[in-house]
């Protein structure tokens, strides 16, 4: 496969078609918003010479790296790809759409992933007449830089399908981990708690955020504490996670505290609105 299709060309998405290009892949990108592109492109760009200014790259990479990656205007535009990663927001109704219209425009044989946080691999696929070639790949932010690719497989998913995306993985530089298809997979099911409990300990007054922090890093070596890591993830993107493993595993000690719901009810939604559990505004 020397053709992929990324759809959604925000964070995740221009971070994806970077790792993909880096490994000699031809990259179309799509995005339903025209001024997605020159953005993605600004983006992967700066972090294109980032890695030339500390070495990583040679004169002439970053350029050539670029010229792998190109804007498709429509979604009609991906035919060739033999396989597609969808990275557009986090909606199951978006979704399960991308999935039905890439499933019309691919040839048969082509792989449909997703880059879902938290939306069932098993249902994207049961959109589709080809839920064995359906999967996640779950990139992590910053996707440079970070080694992991989760690697979902839902009910039906294939050997072959899982193969060769483990393999796509590999080949980007990233390390793939398999895991199935239950709300969310391992890294949120794991994580989300951590953040939920590390807020009840504020709520309850036990601590205060900086002392909580102080407490997973020094202590368990974690390089964030878990509140800071809820700020830059975005308060309102932790408790939709939450949500989801408490609608979808049925168990109180999935239920999200009512400060985060209180939060994210007042607009203070972490780094990205300044005002999180810590403050984000520019000294003056
Ligand atoms: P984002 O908002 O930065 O980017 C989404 C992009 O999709 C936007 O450019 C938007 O214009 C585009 N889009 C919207 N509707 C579309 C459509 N119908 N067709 C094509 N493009 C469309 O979001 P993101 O942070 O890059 O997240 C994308 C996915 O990756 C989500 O499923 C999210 O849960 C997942 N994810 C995010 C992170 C993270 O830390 N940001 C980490 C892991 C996984």
Redesign the pocket.
Known sequence: METIAV?????????IAQVAAQAGLEVLL????PE?WP??RAAILRGLERDLAQGRLTPGQPEAILARIHPAAR?EDLATAGLAI??????RE??R??FRQLDRMLAPDAILA??????SITELGAATGRPQQCIGM????PVPVMALVEVIRGLATSDATTETVRELARRMGKTPVEVRDFPGFVSNRVLMPLINEAIFCVYEGVATPEAVDEVMRLGMNHPMGPLRLADL??LD?CLDIIEVLHQGLGEDKYRPCPLLRQMVAAGRLGRKTGQGFYSYERKK
């Not at 759809?7 to 971070?15: E, K, L, P, S, Y």
């Not at 779950?138 to 932010?141: A, I, L, R, S």
């Open positions: 759809v959604g060309a925000g964070t995740m998405g221009a971070g799509h995005d339903s918003l997605a953005r993605a979604l969808e990275a557009a927001p986090e909606k978006l979704k759409e991308l997703s880059n879902t946080s938290s939306i779950h990139f992590m932010n993830i975005g993107v």
